[in-house]
């Protein structure tokens, strides 16, 4: 028996951080990171709590691909303030956080609390999964903890707030949002609705994706590209990931590169090894099935070819395009690591890759020679 449901209310569109005035709590605690604070984008949260007399306190101290540290602080301050909602407001790593610090202070003190979660950026979906990726700084881990209890109340997805992101940023995390697409859409636990998910995010992203790198002022971009990490976190949370992610984690824990652009630089080798099209094959019918979907998103992204191999080669060529435009590294050495110290560290990447949550549903199951071979290849190509 399989189920769907979408448990988080989402409020979208033009002012709809307008919510805020209407939330039905009374005291509130407000997450996010250090540059959103001096910002001036919290303000556009505490102005409309102040407007609401809704009681708030702010917790600021979210970093980048949030340490475990850091949320223990987090669970601190929360318990010690005992609110009946969080506010998140911020990219992945502050919704993150925020759900791992509720989620914890639940576990510590046994009261259910609302959270909000307000991107900032668009790309993680974190908004409406039940995913909070956490970092073991000591060990080099990257890893998901999955569980419904992390799933946020509401989210509210205002375009406002991702005018002022970095061209940078705005290119990783729109890969991260083709990636979650792609991944969930060949995901052995795809289904009707996660597909249906996926595949609006895939044709927003083919269509805004360049466009809103390209040009900060493109208000009509920035505003699909936001729905569409939504839409794409829907189809993941319901269908899950693969090893693009799992070796994306162990990637960005070994060496802090952007988890966007990890994806970015592995999602060509993981399409090419789930799809097999390195190999020989003899007839049409030893095609994996997931080829089937690869060819599928190439149709969406309007690269699909006249058979499957060049069909496959297209969707690739496509990705590696959209890297290239958007400053992305096509491999590991163009992000300046030392060849040594990487390929040291490829066996123990390829297990942490192997053993994350994400791969589980990978549409081929890797073994570690294989991934360390995918981890060489994808050094310098
Ligand atoms: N929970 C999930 O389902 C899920 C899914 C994918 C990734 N993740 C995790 O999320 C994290 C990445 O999140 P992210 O890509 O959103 O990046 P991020 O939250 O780490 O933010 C990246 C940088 O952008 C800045 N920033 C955020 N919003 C901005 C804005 N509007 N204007 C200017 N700068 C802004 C931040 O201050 C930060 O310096 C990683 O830890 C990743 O593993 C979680
Ligand atoms: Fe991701």
């Not at 001096?38 to 303000?43: E, I, P, T």
């Not at 989210?155 to 992101?165: F, M, P, Q, W």
């Not at 590991?332 to 192997?354: D, F, H, L, P, T």
Request: proline share 4%; hydrophobic share 45%; with cysteine.
């Amino acid at each position: 028996m399989n189920s769907f449901d979408i448990s988080t209310k989402i409020y979208f569109g033009d002012n709809a951080l307008d919510r805020l005035v209407e939330i039905p709590y009374k005291k509130v605690l407000v997450i996010t990171d250090p540059f959103i604070e001096k910002s001036g984008m919290l303000a556009l949260v505490t102005d409309r709590l102040q407007q609401a007399f809704i009681d708030f306190e702010i917790f600021s101290d979210v970093v980048p691909d949030p340490p475990i540290e850091k949320i223990s602080i987090g669970v601190k301050a929360l318990l010690d303030y005992d609110p009946d909602c969080v506010v998140a407001i911020g990219g992945g790593s502050a919704i993150d956080s925020t759900k791992a610090i509720r989620e914890f202070a639940t576990r510590a003190n046994g009261k259910q609390i609302a959270m909000i979660a307000i991107p900032t950026t668009s790309g993680t979906g974190s908004e409406v999964t039940s995913f909070a990726v956490v970092t073991d700084v000591q060990n080099n881990i990257k890893y998901p903890l999955v569980s419904d209890s992390m799933l946020p109340t509401e989210a509210i997805l205002d375009a406002e707030l991702v005018k002022s992101v970095p061209a940078s940023v705005t290119a990783a995390t729109g890969m991260d949002v083709l990636t979650h697409a792609i991944e969930a859409y060949v995901s052995i636990n795809n289904n009707e609705f996660s597909a249906a998910l996926a595949e609006k995010a895939i044709e927003i992203c083919g269509t805004f994706l360049l466009r809103s790198y390209l040009d900060n002022n493109d208000t009509h971009a920035r505003k699909k590209m936001h729905v569409a990490s939504c839409l794409a976190g829907l189809a993941f949370n319901s269908a899950s990931l693969g090893l693009n992610h799992g070796i994306a984690h162990a990637i960005g824990a070994r060496f802090h590169i952007p988890h966007g652009k990890a994806n970015a630089i592995v999602l060509p080798y993981v399409i090419e090894f789930n799809s097999g099209i390195n190999k020989h094959s003899k007839s049409h019918k030893e095609y994996p099935k997931c080829v089937e979907k690869y060819c599928n998103v190439a149709k969406l992204l309007g690269v699909n070819n006249f058979n499957e191999i060049t069909t496959i080669r297209a969707l690739v060529g496509w990705i590696q395009f959209m890297s290239k435009e958007m400053n992305i590294p096509l491999t590991m050495s163009q992000c300046g690591i030392e060849k040594r110290e990487y390929m040291n560290a490829v066996e123990s990447m390829a297990e942490k890759a192997i053993a994350d949550a994400c791969t589980a549903t990978n549409p081929r199951v890797p073994s570690k020679a294989e991934v360390c071979l995918l981890l060489e290849h994808m050094y310098e190509n």
